[in-house]
């Protein structure tokens, strides 16, 4: 990345340190496996810990940032990702860290009814279950017994609707159900892909931020990429679809404030 990239890191790790400590205001309202399960995994960490990870974090975040740069590649033909994430990466890959009814898409909980209960679960990791993956979060999925994963449709209405009426943007159809929204979030020319065809998640998104000048800011950002994870929201339900789509709106809105802070502060 050219536009200093050690000051990028240091306003990016104020962010996310700050989204922590006002308690996830954010992180919370998002629909989506991995970030319900980052915020189970940092609550159990000590305040090293913490640093630590919020310090890999800054750093792999970072590079979403900026003109595109070629990643620098390990003796695997792999890039390594910053030591401060290895231990969560390990953590959420281990069998049975994403089982239960808190931690799996709704889509396979609608599909499998086994997939609510521990004897679901192949015995490989079934032993490291605990009581609070069958907890769902009750402010995303409040009774399991009504669960149904929000439709493909309705997740597509209103999504035209947050980013054509609160954000101003333009859609445009593309072939194998994506659709395109482009327009301005304030000084920025910002380009949305949205996904609504994928196997297990309900929607997939990906933001391209822009100077006016056409100088590229940010390719195929998320906001959970700021978390080390994908934009792939996969517990939107009928109940609470319309609450967290409105909120997207407000993700991309501060997508758009959030490069240019950074941008224009680097540069400045």
């Known amino acids: 990345m050219s536009d200093s990239p050690s000051n990028v890191v240091t306003l990016l790790r104020a962010e996310l340190a700050e989204e922590a400590a006002s308690r996830f205001p954010r992180l919370r309202r998002i629909p989506q496996t991995d970030i319900i399960w980052f915020l189970d995994y940092f609550a ?24 595109p740069t070629r990643p620098i590649l390990n003796e695997r033909g792999t890039v390594d990702a910053p030591p401060g994430l290895a231990p969560m990466v390990e953590a959420r890959n281990r069998p049975g860290a994403k089982w239960g009814t808190r931690y799996m898409d709704v889509k396979m909980l609608g599909a499998d009814p086994a997939c609510r209960e521990p004897g679901g679960y192949h015995e490989s990791g079934r032993a490291l279950l605990t009581p609070l993956h069958f907890q769902p979060r009750p402010d995303l ?35 194998g159900g994506v659709n395109k929204f482009t ?28 100077s006016p000048a056409g100088r590229p800011l940010a390719l195929q950002l998320s906001y959970e990429r700021l978390w080390a994870t994908t934009g792939r929201w996969d517990y939107l339900t009928g109940e609470n679809a319309p609450r967290c789509l409105a909120f997207f709106a407000e993700q991309l809105a501060y997508l758009a404030d959030l490069t240019q802070r950074l941008m224009g502060r680097t540069n400045g």
Do not use: N
């Not at 159990?44 to 003109?67: C, I, N, W, Y």
């Open 44 to 67: 159990g960490l000590g305040g090293a810990e913490r640093e630590a990870l919020l310090d890999g974090l800054a750093d792999s975040a970072a590079m979403a940032f900026g003109p």
């Open 183 to 210: 327009g301005r979030c304030g000084d920025c020319d910002v380009t949305v892909r949205v996904d609504f065809g994928g196997m297990l998640s309900q929607l997939g998104y990906a933001v391209t931020l822009k």
């Open 141 to 175: 999925l409040l009774d399991i017994r009504a669960m149904k994963a929000a439709k493909a449709p309705l997740v597509r209405k209103l999504v035209k609707t947050a980013l054509t009426e609160s954000l101003g943007l333009r859609a445009e159809k593309m072939p």
